[in-house]
């Protein structure tokens, strides 16, 4: 699954706030087309780490590397250009607006609108095409039309994930994508983040449901008071000493 050039690269990664140490010293490599779920107790910095990776937040400390290339100091925009995308730990679909209108305003995004007018439309793929592919491939063509805000939860994480797709990702990092979402709806999800993966996506996923992720990553890395304490194979890690007394609440 490794190869020469990591799709992501981290080294050394620590983010100082004030006197807080956030994250302190993470190392970790993730290989093209792998799937590695990211668990640890609340605070422990999961979001934090998806915000450097996705620069959001600058590192105070170390490198961020995206298929080899330094973007450490890079930009959220100039990231996505580079093939990153990710979803947030809280939704973030218009509501008012349709499931299609949605994706279309994420896909204009990529092909050129308003928002990057340097870029021209690729020929023969407007947004509207990409719109109706993207819901194609979560399962919410019959929803095309239909308003964001009333949408079950489960239908509008499938919504947030064609729009990340509809910026043509190749890295995606997904912040607990089964939050809130009702147990009918998780198989449908799982499935559609499978099919992600699958693709040949390189996928980052927090996940608090940890038979869902278990079942679903290559390997899993354990973030515990801001420090990656193990990143290795899901049986390798429930193995792990230390891993299970950080999630017994004691001190490692
Ligand atoms: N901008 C900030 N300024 C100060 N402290 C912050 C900031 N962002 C995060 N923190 C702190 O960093 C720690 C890690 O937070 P983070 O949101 O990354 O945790 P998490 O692992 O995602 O938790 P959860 O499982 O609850 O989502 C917490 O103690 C949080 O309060
Ligand atoms: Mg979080």
Redesign the pocket.
Known sequence: MMVDRPALQLDAVGLQ?GG?R?LHDVTMQVGTGEMVGVI?P???????LFNIISGVMIPTSGTVRLAGDDVTGHKVHQRARVGLGRTF?TSSVFAGLTAGENVRLAAQSKLGGATSPWRFPRQGDDAAQVADRCLQEVGLAHHTDTAAGVLSHGDKRKLEIAMLIATEPEVVLLDEPMAGVGSGDVAGLVEVIRRLHASGRTVLMVEHHMEVLLGLVDRVAV?HHGELLAIDTPKAVMANPQVQKAYLGETV
Do not use: C
């Open positions: 706030i807080a956030i640890g609340n605070g422990a910095g999961k979001t934090t730990q973030m």
